[in-house]
């Protein structure tokens, strides 16, 4: 049983009343939104935190910052951004079709430095563009 994009005061009321409590809450994550109070409170509850669009729906490939990050790793945007939530504990689901970037995607053994996780970690918000009036992709 999983649940889509609850904050932690959503999964707070479920939890008081379920019967058998969410195992995962896909949510948007990735670097310049990292939601940590949410993602603490589900590992303290044993749920999942999956992580939809770990690339910012494109918007990291943009980014000076992130490039820079990923040439000081010597790898892909997209690898850096996966890795990067994955050592939050969370479970990324990237979204592509081309093969080769899928095959790309998964090779993301190598780790960040816990200085280089938080630099981005604090990364400022990506922006969504014209996206930014849906609810989930605004903050609100």
Known sequence: IGVSNFLQDDLENLLV????????????LHIGNTPSKLIDFCKKNNILVQAHSPIAHGKAMNN??????????????????IR?????????????????????????????SSEDMLALTNIKPLGYGLLKVFPVYSGK
Do not use: R, W
């Open 17 to 28: 009343d379920c019967e058998i409590k969410p195992m995962v809450n896909q949510v948007l």
């Open 64 to 81: 000076k910052q992130i490039k820079q990050m990923a040439s000081k790793y010597d790898v892909s945007i997209p690898q850096l951004c």
């Open 84 to 112: 990067y939530v994955i050592q939050l504990g969370a479970l990324p689901i990237p979204k592509t079709s081309n093969p080769d970037h899928m095959k790309s995607n998964a090779n993301v053994d190598f780790e960040i």
